[in-house]
């Protein structure tokens, strides 16, 4: 079920279901919070100082777990985890890391350079992506169920899905690698929070 949260190198609770942000595609999140499980994460990218406020206070409201994009000390002002970009640099690392006090640490991961910095950092997890072709990098190559699944097996951490991911694409990804999927819209309308689409996730837990 849901409540069987997968543990990182640290014993930190590794959500299920994740809600990304994004400065073009959804630079505010906080309208599609109320339909998230307790306990799924929500991971702020490039967002705003007054709407990353917002959904920090309703995170804790919800019970939803907040990590932010790329920056250690914003994460720690608003008592929040941090991941780490594969492909951007991630400012104020150490910080944090000093500081963390139990908080997610994650990381991207596209391929070997990702691999290496979540190992490095002994990460919670890892976001492998993008696992499938996704409206978030049109014409980009996908790297597919097998890739992905080795991917997750190098970086050795509960690897969560993220690109063109939904209930039905979960399920041709590898069943002991996929700790959880992360998405953008297909959080819109709450399409993939029917009761059949958690079950999808509970169901490789």
């Known amino acids: 079920m849901l409540h069987r949260i997968r543990r990182g190198a640290r014993g930190a609770r590794v959500p299920g279901l994740w809600l990304l942000s994004d400065p073009v595609r959804l630079p505010d999140p906080s309208s599609r919070l109320s339909g998230l499980p307790r306990g799924s994460a929500v991971l702020l990218r490039g967002a705003a100082p007054e709407v990353a406020r917002r959904v920090a206070r309703l995170c804790r409201e919800k019970g939803l777990v907040l990590l932010v994009g790329g920056d250690g000390r914003a994460a ?8 780490v970009p ?6 104020h690392l150490l910080p944090f890391l000093l500081n963390r006090k139990g908080k997610i640490l994650s990381g991207a991961v596209h391929g070997r350079v990702g691999v290496a910095r979540v190992r490095r950092l002994r990460a919670e997890a890892a976001l492998v992506s993008p ?13 597919g169920p097998f890739r992905w699944g080795a991917l997750a097996r190098a970086a050795a951490r509960p690897a969560v899905a993220l690109g063109g991911m939904t209930a039905l694409s979960a399920r041709r990804l590898p069943r ?25 996730v509970a169901l490789r837990r």
Do not use: K, N, Y
Not at 76 to 83: D, E, S, T, Y
Not at 131 to 143: D, I, K, N, Q, V
């Open 176 to 200: 002991t690698r996929l700790a959880g999927w992360a998405a953008i819209g297909a959080w819109q309308g709450h399409v993939s929070l029917r009761p059949q689409c958690l079950r999808e």
């Open 86 to 91: 594969d492909r951007a640099e991630c400012r």
């Open 131 to 143: 696992a499938f072709p996704t409206a978030s990098h049109p014409g980009a190559p996908a790297l």
């Open 76 to 83: 720690l002002r608003l008592g929040a985890g941090l991941h």
